[in-house]
């Protein structure tokens, strides 16, 4: 695709739901990048994959947090007992690979609201 | 804990103005500092920086980075409305694979 797109655009759940973001990556792109945008403040990291495996986890807040990329494309975050802390801009990216020469490009992100 | 921060916080000009928007960090595995506009959701790349004192230049933008000093600058000459947005600021670990962000500046350029 021409660039990372990432559905829903808007998601408002309640208190101890689960939902599920899902982030389309730009064709061929080997790295995707989940980060956490709470209002006023930058992205924050989450986690990164490297094809189809979880290189680095460590942004994760909680084990209530969890993200697949079962085809090394695709990838799906999934909160689980939702909290209204949660609530922020989740904002995908991708790259064609790790390193200092491979530019990161962002989606436009899901702005998650726990009620 | 790797650190980035970004100053202003905000910053309020009229068309035509020069703003210098300031970016310092404390990092433990640098690699590379990158600016980024964030007009609505998607922070948008304006420069990535990896050596000291090379001025990269864009336009109307131009940014440097000291790395003895650990800042960066992103200069913005001659604002127009269409400049008004999120500044960010992220430096890039290591291993190529973690940004971390500042804060970021918001600058509103009024008519």
């Known amino acids: 695709g021409a660039g990372v797109s990432q559905t829903p655009s808007n998601k408002v759940t309640e208190k101890g739901k689960y939902v599920e973001l899902r982030c389309d990556p730009i064709?061929?792109?080997?790295?995707l990048y989940w980060y956490r945008q709470s209002l006023g403040q930058g992205p924050e990291f989450l986690i990164y994959?490297?094809?189809?495996?979880?290189?680095?986890d460590s942004g994760l807040p909680n084990d209530r947090f969890f993200a697949v990329r079962p085809e090394g494309s695709v990838s799906t975050l999934k909160i689980q007992r939702t909290e209204r802390g949660d609530s922020a801009v989740y904002l995908c990216?991708?790259?064609?690979?790790?390193?200092?020469?491979?530019?990161?490009?962002f989606g436009p992100g899901t702005r998650l609201t726990v009620l | 804990e790797d650190k980035v921060v970004q100053s202003p916080l905000s910053l309020v000009v009229h068309e035509g103005d020069t703003v210098t928007l300031n970016c310092s960090y404390e990092?433990?595995?640098?690699?590379?500092l990158l600016w980024y506009k964030q007009e609505k959701k998607a922070p948008t790349f304006l420069f990535m920086l990896?050596?000291?004192?090379i001025e990269k230049k864009s336009g109307r933008l131009s940014s440097i980075l000291d790395k003895k000093e650990l800042f960066s600058i992103l200069n913005i000459t001659a604002t127009q409305t269409g400049d008004s947005a999120i500044y960010l600021c992220?430096?890039?670990?290591?291993?190529?694979?973690?940004?971390?962000f500042g804060g970021g500046t918001r600058l509103m350029v009024k008519p």
């Open positions: 990896t050596s000291s004192g």
């Open positions: 994959f490297q094809g189809t495996g979880a290189a680095d």
């Open positions: 992220a430096v890039l670990n290591n291993a190529g694979n973690m940004l971390t």
């Open positions: 990216a991708s790259s064609r690979g790790q390193g200092a020469y491979n530019e990161q490009f």
């Open positions: 064709s061929g792109h080997t790295a």
């Open positions: 990092v433990t595995n640098f690699r590379s």
